[in-house]
């Protein structure tokens, strides 16, 4: 069994956005940036929003949370996405989701421009996605392949068994893992909710991507010997021993998946520091695209 170590890869990339950071700026282009939009108390996301930001700083980019109340109406939401769209220093933004309950969502993302859409959630990035033409990947998804790639797994040709549906992890990578590309050409199934008897296909799967957020749904009698587990849960479990109050644990029950495992992802410093990672290279992406 050998460990994915998000902490380490991300290490890695650090060094090389650093190196084209360096690039850029010796052509004379500024320093790239990135805008955060936080809106409300959630102590999740203004963990992750924080992430994000020292990463920005570690590569050398810029960057600003703009936090907003949490009773902020549509109308204003969508003025602060708009001035965003056109401020030309911000090279991408994100909105940090969830949002409160009375802000429609899909509205917000609709009104990012493409160009900046760093997270690769508006439906043209999903749908060039789909397609195989230049775009911004969702995060998550970015940082999976980015796994698969740095740690030479093999992928064309293999079984792989998705779990969970949404647009942000789930439906991406099933489709990015199918493509005609590198790595991908894999046969997918997408498990969900109403998926029947579920351990049948995650028993045949050469690679699984966990990414329904159960805490330690996936055990050792689902999985084949050797078998690749990207575990995309970070589910907040209570812990009284811990001053926090509470421990991460992913959608794998890690200690008796792992031994039967060839590759898994750690929880924490598995999937999670890639996906802050995949934002900065998307960041990077959108200051080299201009
Ligand atoms: N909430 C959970 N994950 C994400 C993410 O990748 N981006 C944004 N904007 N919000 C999230």
């Given at each position: 069994?050998?460990?994915?170590?998000?902490?380490?890869?991300?290490?890695?990339?650090v060094?090389?956005?650093?190196v084209?950071?360096?690039q850029?700026?010796?052509?004379?282009?500024?320093?790239?940036?990135?805008?955060?939009l936080?809106v409300?108390?959630?102590?999740?996301s203004?963990s992750?929003?924080?992430?994000?930001?020292?990463?920005?700083?570690?590569?050398?980019?810029?960057?600003?949370t703009?936090?907003?109340?949490?009773d902020?109406?549509?109308?204003?939401?969508?003025?602060?996405?708009?001035?965003?769209n056109?401020?030309?220093?911000?090279?991408?933004?994100?909105?940090?989701?969830?949002?409160?309950?009375?802000?429609?969502?899909?509205e917000v993302?609709l009104?990012?421009?493409?160009?900046?859409?760093?997270?690769g959630?508006?439906?043209?990035?999903?749908?060039?996605?789909?397609?195989?033409?230049?775009?911004?990947?969702?995060?998550?998804p970015?940082?999976?392949?980015?796994?698969?790639?740095?740690?030479?797994?093999d992928?064309?040709?293999?079984?792989c068994?998705?779990?969970g549906?949404?647009?942000?992890?789930?439906?991406?990578?099933?489709i990015l893992?199918?493509r005609?590309?590198?790595?991908?050409n894999?046969t997918?199934?997408?498990?969900?909710?109403?998926t029947?008897?579920?351990?049948?296909?995650?028993?045949e799967?050469d690679?699984?991507?966990?990414?329904?957020?159960?805490?330690?749904?996936?055990?050792?009698d689902m999985?084949?010997?050797?078998?690749?587990i990207?575990?995309?849960?970070?589910?907040?479990?209570?812990?009284?021993?811990r001053?926090?109050?509470?421990?991460?644990?992913?959608?794998?029950?890690?200690?008796?998946?792992a031994p039967?495992?060839?590759?898994?992802?750690?929880?924490?410093?598995?999937v999670g520091?890639?996906?802050?990672?995949?934002l900065?290279?998307n960041?990077?992406?959108?200051?080299?695209?201009r």
């Amino acid at each position: 069994m050998q460990l994915l170590d998000g902490k380490y890869l991300s290490g890695v990339l650090v060094e090389e956005v650093k190196v084209r950071v360096a690039q850029l700026t010796e052509k004379g282009a500024k320093v790239p940036g990135l805008v955060a939009l936080l809106v409300g108390e959630n102590p999740a996301s203004q963990s992750y929003v924080r992430n994000k930001m020292k990463l920005c700083e570690k590569v050398g980019f810029q960057s600003k949370t703009i936090r907003l109340n949490a009773d902020i109406s549509q109308e204003d939401l969508l003025l602060e996405v708009k001035k965003l769209n056109e401020d030309q220093n911000v090279d991408g933004f994100i909105v940090q989701l969830p949002l409160p309950k009375h802000i429609n969502e899909t509205e917000v993302t609709l009104a990012i421009d493409p160009k900046k859409d760093v997270d690769g959630f508006h439906p043209i990035n999903f749908g060039k996605m789909a397609q195989g033409l230049p775009c911004f990947l969702p995060a998550t998804p970015f940082g999976i392949l980015q796994f698969l790639e740095r740690y030479n797994i093999d992928v064309s040709g293999k079984k792989c068994v998705v779990l969970g549906r949404s647009n942000i992890v789930g439906s991406p990578i099933s489709i990015l893992l199918s493509r005609k590309a590198t790595p991908g050409n894999a046969t997918v199934t997408l498990c969900h909710s109403r998926t029947k008897n579920i351990e049948k296909y995650t028993q045949e799967a050469d690679i699984i991507v966990a990414a329904l957020g159960i805490p330690n749904y996936l055990k050792a009698d689902m999985v084949k010997e050797g078998a690749v587990i990207i575990d995309v849960g970070i589910n907040r479990i209570e812990d009284a021993s811990r001053k926090s109050g509470y421990k991460l644990v992913g959608d794998v029950d890690f200690e008796s998946v792992a031994p039967k495992s060839s590759f898994i992802t750690p929880v924490p410093g598995g999937v999670g520091p890639m996906t802050v990672m995949s934002l900065i290279m998307n960041t990077m992406l959108a200051a080299e695209n201009r």
